[in-house]
């Protein structure tokens, strides 16, 4: 229930012996509903003849969370404050948060008996179906996912096989650690393993601060294997678009084992079944993205999260979360080491490193040997341009087709264009329910809100004046892609955004032909910015980012810098050199001109003496109430009337401010911000002030949430 409390139960049944982290059936109103035992204690407030009894244990004397994951997730309800219930579902896979959701037996593995094997060897007639399930078994123990590729009826002849003894079961064995040798590691990446690996087995924080490309993987790699070595199981957590196959492929190839891997793309069968691997140790290690970090790992002894600056780390909405900083609480109770890998750190963990509390591991160069790429700035008002791209830019994509190697052009925007407006009278195409422009997609003939996602057809002729004068302003990754396919006919053009990368697959089928490695230019968006290695990639053009130097939001210029290291670091990472050409409007911007000279560290400590200066995170603390709904008013109200009661203290509040995009969905969202120097002033503050808000006259009007170290505003 979305409520800020914990409920009281009684035990009447003799048969179990109730423990924390078992699932529970209580009433609840009139209702019957799944619950979690978080405490068991021999007295409640509540009066005997108030407390209701628990109608069932579903799963028996079998817990579903250990001690260890309870207590992390007590701190996250309290630090949070969320609801504990929204919490603890969270932590659990999607079906054993309902009453029918069994607990699956551990998984087992088939193999054949004395008898089967000689029936293989003289296989009688009309059975053909049983031997080539025996087939399978030849060479040793299967599991139900190899024998499923079989046939689809597997089930059914394994079980007339196992009942006749031709097949036996037993237990699953962990899977076998059978390494091979990586590459002999440089000084710089010897150092990182040699100084995280001396942490193995106590609580510390590392920050592994690498340019793209200097082997951050291979040390991740060698500490893994140290890891499971021992008998230790260990998590890679990775932002949503870093879980890419060819990562596993790696993985799996070097540690000779496939990793669990799971993600929220994953069916609720497949999570549960990764679930039960892991809790039962037979899964050794887990990759994974944010909601990995909360699976039950009997032996953790090792968590490491890469791109820790990456924005997919924090959850957005409910249970707002930051998957980084409870990883990094998670390691504190077991005491073990985690190390946060990036080219470009968040200014919280730059922060935790330079002032000492986390280990800074520097890698500098590239492993391969190749050197980092040139930066070439160009002034757009010296420019003459065609469809967002300078002449100075055309010529060098040229040039660069012209060598026989790959060209990347980077906009963080798709469609055609991102307004289409009236040249007579100046109609734009808005979102109704946001306030937003509809972006212009032509191949679909549609006006899109890339905010809530509504949609409508693009016009024969503008709906106020009725002239035929509406056209595109700015441009989109489609249009682009339309001008680069006109200026280079010959060339294979291939565009990456979420428009072309829908299906499955259609990422890595791209990428495939981009590795392949003949002349070809790449137009996309971030999806394009990270991880991916590209050998043949030279010149990478930006096409614009100047939105963020001048932005209200103060994240957008550290978010600016690590998307510009990020997608720059697409050039030359092998033996070719590579040139990143930066188009903007303000090449004398300060920060800009520090990042490109003195690179990303240089540039994260001005924005850290900035965020000081203005007591801004990480130098402050800060949480949201935001609040929503159709009338203004009531938000407003809400909000007001919150304020009100704030207690008094360190903390101080602010607003009510409206949310950046005040409307979206049709809804409109204000917030009040709370800020405080340190975190021990922030949060006594917020216990005493949270639960008082459910009892506001105008809470009953509106959605509320309260966002701990909010990420955007
Ligand atoms: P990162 O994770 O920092 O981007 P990777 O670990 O993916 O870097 O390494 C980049 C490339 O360099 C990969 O092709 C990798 O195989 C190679 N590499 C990494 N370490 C070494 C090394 N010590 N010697 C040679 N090649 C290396
Ligand atoms: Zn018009
Ligand atoms: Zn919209």
Redesign the pocket.
């Known amino acids: 229930m979305p409520l800020r409390q914990l409920f009281d139960y009684l035990n009447t049944k003799n048969d179990v012996h109730p423990q924390a982290g078992q699932r529970i059936v209580v009433p609840f109103g009139r209702r019957k509903i799944l619950g979690v035992i978080v405490e068991v204690s021999d007295t409640s407030e509540l009066p005997l003849e108030k407390l209701a009894s628990v109608i069932d244990f579903p799963d028996g004397d079998q817990v579903v969370l250990s001690s260890e994951s309870l207590r992390l997730l007590r701190w996250c309800w309290r630090y949070y404050k969320h609801a504990p219930g929204e919490v603890v579902f969270n932590a659990l896979p999607p079906i054993l948060r309902k009453a029918s959701g069994v607990i699956p037996p551990p998984p087992v593995q088939y193999s054949m008996t004395p008898q089967g094997k000689e029936r293989l060897d003289k296989p009688p007639g009309r059975i053909k179906a049983q031997i080539r399930l025996l087939e399978e078994m030849r060479d040793g123990a299967v599991t139900d996912t190899q024998l499923r590729s079989v046939s689809s009826s597997w089930r059914k002849t394994l079980s007339r096989l196992m009942e006749q003894q031709w097949v036996g079961s037993e237990t699953q064995k962990a899977a076998q650690l059978n390494p091979v040798d990586?590459?002999?590691?440089?000084d710089e990446?010897q150092l990182a393993v040699d100084a995280i690996g001396e942490t193995l087995g106590g609580f510390h924080c590392h920050l592994l601060d690498?340019?793209?490309?200097?082997?951050?993987?291979?040390?991740y790699l060698c500490l893994l294997e140290q890891v499971l070595k021992q008998g230790g199981q260990a998590m890679l957590l990775v932002p949503e678009i870093g879980l890419t196959p060819q990562l596993l492929s790696r993985f799996t190839k070097r540690l000779g084992f496939e990793p669990v891997v799971t993600h929220s793309g994953l069916s609720e069968g497949q999570r549960l079944k990764a679930w039960a691997m892991v809790k039962s140790g037979l899964a050794r290690l887990v990759i994974g993205t944010r909601s990995a970090l909360f699976l039950p790992m009997p032996d953790l002894q090792l968590i490491i999260l890469?791109e820790e600056h990456d924005a997919s780390f924090k959850q957005q909405d409910g249970f707002r979360y930051s998957s980084r900083d409870v990883a990094v609480k998670r390691a504190a109770g077991l005491g073990i080491p985690i190390v946060l890998?990036t080219?470009t750190p968040s200014m919280e963990t730059f922060n935790n490193a330079a002032s000492n509390r986390y280990s800074w591991h520097r890698?500098r160069k590239?492993?391969?040997g190749a050197s980092e790429p040139r930066w070439r700035v160009l002034d757009l008002i010296q420019q003459t341009m065609s469809g967002g791209i300078s002449s100075t830019a055309m010529k060098a994509i040229g040039q660069t087709l012209d060598k026989g190697e790959q060209a990347l052009v980077f906009l963080n925007r798709r469609g055609y264009a991102p307004v289409i407006l009236c040249h007579e009278c100046g109609w734009h195409a808005a979102c109704q329910r946001c306030d937003a422009n509809m972006t212009w997609h032509m191949a679909t003939r549609r006006l899109l809100c890339h905010h809530c996602d509504s949609g409508a057809r693009v016009p024969d002729m503008c709906p106020e004046c009725s002239a035929d004068a509406l056209q595109g302003a700015g441009e989109g990754t489609e249009q682009l892609e339309q001008m680069l396919a006109k200026a280079f006919p010959e060339t294979p053009l291939l565009r990456f955004d979420r428009d072309t990368v829908r299906r499955k697959g259609e990422f890595d089928r791209l990428s495939e032909q981009v590795k392949s490695g003949d002349s070809c230019l790449l137009v996309g968006t971030q999806m394009l910015a990270k991880?991916h290695?590209f050998p043949q990639v030279t010149l990478v053009v930006i096409v614009n980012l100047d939105q963020a130097l001048y932005s209200a939001d103060f994240r957008a210029l550290e978010r600016m810098g690590q998307l510009m290291v990020q997608v720059a670091?697409r050039a030359g990472?092998d033996q070719l050199p590579g040139e990143v050409i930066l188009q903007t409007h303000y090449p004398q911007h300060e920060s800009l001109l520090t990042l490109l000279s003195s690179g990303y560290e240089a540039f994260a400590s001005d924005i850290s003496r900035e965020r000081q200066a203005a007591c801004l995170p990480p130098f402050s603390y800060q949480a949201l109430l935001r609040s929503d709904a159709h009338d203004k008013g009531e938000v407003r109200d809400f909000l007001n009337q919150a304020k009100q009661c704030f207690p008094a203290g360190d903390a101080v509040v602010y607003g009510p401010f409206p949310a950046m995009m005040e409307r979206r969905s049709g809804r409109t969202r204000w917030y009040l911000l709370v800020q405080a120097n340190t975190r021990s002033a922030l949060h006594p503050q917020l216990d005493q002030w949270v639960p008082q808000l459910k009892n506001l006259s105008s809470a009953r009007k509106v959605r509320w949430s309260v966002d701990v170290d909010p990420q955007d505003y």
């Open positions: 990586g590459p002999v590691l440089l990446q690498g340019v793209t490309g200097s082997g951050k993987t291979e040390v890469d890998g080219a890698l590239r492993a391969t991880g290695h670091g990472r």
